[in-house]
Every structure is written in structure tokens, then in C-alpha cells.
């Protein structure tokens, strides 16, 4: 067993874990660690983009849209951060290299359901990977950032209810991270259900390792599902989504008789209720995104990884319909945490996914969880930056074997499956409980 110290540990290399890292002063030790490869997270695969306030004027809107969608269960404090603080971490994304899609020397805003105007900047239809890659790159250069990859957080370090890093299996050997502080960025969940746009690898490890010790969790109940995954008939690994995007941009919602039935523009839970409703009126498994109306040439300028996509599938956009239904795509839930990101536990943070700021309430507003993701895990690191050098690192002492390892792995995962079992009631099995 290896013992390894640094200031801080951050667990999971998504726009939540790389920009924390970001913003930890400079001569602070932090090692980051995901559970495969660095570019196999969430962040990597989204797609439609992030929201901010377009300007100062703008952010009263755009916390009202996010309240609403939300259906006002949101934690209205964190909402008003959010929207304040987007144009400054947008900038500061920028400062990194960030690409963005301009249009008229302005950004090319986009529009998406449950926004009154067009606010979301991003990169073409691939935002998600131009955010990794500009965090990635910048995180590699740091000389005081490491990134572990093939590494996975077992269970925290903890002492007298405070944290004090974690416990890892990394090529068949355990290892003990000792830090002063630690970030969960762990993710979401969709790895649990068998319908999910998410990698089979969010599996919820931070919600069952914070349930495993007694740290906050709140509003598991709320999970999203995305109104407009591709239907395959096959079963897959992981959905393909179609943007929200392409419905900002056009694209209409029809049953497969080919008549409207939705107004494809509001929040994510009532178009998702509304397909499924026509679904089993009409006695199918989907219905049509219809983008005849919108023009080749702009579909696959504007959107050149959903064409691809469905090119891969067998899908072309001169069909003029794409079959899609709804599936889970986000947790709004998760660790419970303050405005800086604190969580129950001394010495704990969480952001991202993973986390609760209450910023989405009971259903997120779209194209809000990169913006939440920038903003919360610099608000961490900056907490932490106030605290670490009157901060002494502690050094547990444990002795653990890898088969215990092996076993709190296992045991994660049950936890976590059974967690969201209770809270999906009768819908229980869409849960995958024999992985
Ligand atoms: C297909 C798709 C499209 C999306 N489109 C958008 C969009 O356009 N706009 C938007 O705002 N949001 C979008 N989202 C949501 C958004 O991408 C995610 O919510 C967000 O990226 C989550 O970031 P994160 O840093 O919290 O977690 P992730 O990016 O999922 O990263 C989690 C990290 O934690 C690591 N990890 C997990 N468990 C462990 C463990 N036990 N040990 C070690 N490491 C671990 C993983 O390896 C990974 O590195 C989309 C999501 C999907 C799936």
C-alpha cells in the first residue's frame, strides 16, 4: 500500500474537477484523479452548450427562466450566483483558449427550452469536448497539477467527522491520497439506469460514498430526463442525444402520424411528460423530431456531431425526421453543499453533478450544469485557497487490503442502486441491479 500527500485531491477530471483544480493557487500541490481515461466524463459529450446572462440587464431573466423551470424548488441564493457569476467565468474560460461559435462579432447565441431569449454561447454542436480539451491542456501545463487516470476513489479519509482525503485503487494496488482538502467531482448517475445518455461510468460513487458516511445528501428524487434522446430498438451502451438545440433552432415535435402535440420549447420535465403521454396514446415506443424545414446545409454546419451520430446509426438528415424518446440524463440532486461548495463534512467539497447547490431545483433549466460546474468549483477552490496555508495536512493511518478495497467498490454501487430505488418508486426498473 502507497502513501502519497498533496494540498488538495480532486476526484474526477470533468469541467467541475479540472476547473476547481484551475483555480487552487498556483503553489499548492493537486492531484486529479478519474476513474478511466481523463476525456471519458459527461463534460466531454455535451453537446448544446452553456447559458449566461448576456449582459448585466440580462441576469434578472435569466434567473426568473431558471426559477421556473426549476418549478421554484431551487435554492434562490444560488441561482442569483449563478446568473451573476456567468459572465465572469465565461471570460475567464475564454482567457484559457475556449473556442466559441461567433456570429456578427458577437457570440452566436442559441436558444433551448425554457429560456425567454437566446443566451446559450457554444461550440458548434461539440461544446463539451472544446471545454475539456481547453481545461485539460491547461491543466497538463501546471507544474503543480498531476492527473492520475485509471484510478478509483473507494471511500474518503476521515478523522473526528473531518475529511482527509481518500482511498484509491489504481493498477490492482490500493493507495492512501492524504490532503487537506478534498473536492468530490465525481459526476451524475445515468450509469445506473438502462436508458441514459451518460457513460456507463457515472455510477453515482460520490452520492454512495457520502451516504456511506454520513455527509448531507438532498433531493435524490430529482433526476432528469431529456425529452429527445435517438430511439434505437438495439440495445446500446449509451443514448445518443439530439441537442435541445436543434428544437432552439427549429426543429418540431410530431407524433408518428406526423401532428404537432407540444410546444417543443418549455422545460425539459413537460415535453419529456408530453412525448411520453402521445407515446402511449399512439401505442409507439417515439416520436419524430421533424427538421425538414431546416435546410441541410445549416443542419450539418450547425450541428456536424449530431449528423455524424446519426450517419454512424444509419440515420440521415435528408430523411427530414429523426425517431427520438425520452431517457435519464441528469441528477439534480446529489451531496449537499453551501454557496462555496461546502459539504457536511470538514474538509469536504463537492461540485459539479455530483453535488446539490440547489441552482436547478427539481428540473434544470437547459444548459445549466457547465455554467453551474464553471461557477461553483472556483467558488470551492477560492473557500479553500483562504484556508490552506493555516491548514496542517494530517496523515490517517490505515491498513487496508485490496479485497477490502475491492469490497467498498462493490459496496458503492449497491448503495448507490439502492438509494435510487427507493426514490424511483414504481419505476424502479429502469435501474440496471445486476452490474
Ligand atoms: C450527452 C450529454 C449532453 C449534455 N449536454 C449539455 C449541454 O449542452 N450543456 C450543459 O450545460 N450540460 C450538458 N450536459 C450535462 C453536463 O455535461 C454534465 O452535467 C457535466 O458535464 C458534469 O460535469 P462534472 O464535472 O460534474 O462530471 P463529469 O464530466 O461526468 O466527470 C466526472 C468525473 O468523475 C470521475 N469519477 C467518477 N467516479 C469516480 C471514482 N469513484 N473515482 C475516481 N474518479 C471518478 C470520472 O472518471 C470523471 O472524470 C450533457 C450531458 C450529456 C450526457
Known sequence: MMDICTDVLIVGTGVAGLFSALNIEADKKVIIISKTKADECNTYLAQGGISKAKNKDDTESFVQDTLKAGRHKNRKEAVEVLAKES??????????????????????????????????????????????????????????????????????????????????????????????????ASGGIGGLFTNSTNRRTSTGDGIAIAFRNNIELENLEYIQFHPTALYEDKDRERRFLISESLRGEGAKLKNINGEAFTDELLPRDIVSNNIWREQLRTGTDFVYLDISQMGEKFLKNRFPGIYKGCLARGLNFKDGVIPVTPVQHYFMGGIKVDLNSKTSMNGLYACGEVSCTGVHGANRLASNSLLEGLVFSRRAAIDINSKIDDKQLKVVKKDITLEKALQLKKENLSCALEQFKKVLGEKEHELINNR
Not at 456570429?103 to 442559441?110: A, I, L, W
Not at 461550440?123 to 491542456?137: A, C, H, I, P, R
Not at 491543466?139 to 471511500?155: F, G, M, T, W
Open 87 to 184: 459572465i465572469k467565468n465565461i471570460d475567464l474560460l475564454l482567457s484559457l483558449g475556449m473556442k466559441f461559435d461567433y456570429k456578427d462579432e458577437e457570440f452566436d447565441y442559441t436558444r433551448e427550452g425554457g429560456h425567454s431569449i437566446n443566451r446559450i454561447v457554444h461550440s458548434t454542436d461539440e461544446t463539451g469536448k472544446m471545454v475539456f480539451e481547453t481545461l485539460y491542456k491547461e491543466a497538463k501545463k501546471r507544474k503543480n497539477i498531476s492527473i492520475i487516470e485509471d484510478c478509483i476513489l473507494v471511500d474518503i479519509l476521515k478523522e473526528d467527522k473531518s475529511c482527509y482525503g481518500g482511498i484509491v485503487i489504481k493498477n490492482g494496488s490500493v493507495s492512501l491520497i492524504h490532503s487537506k482538502f478534498t473536492i468530490l
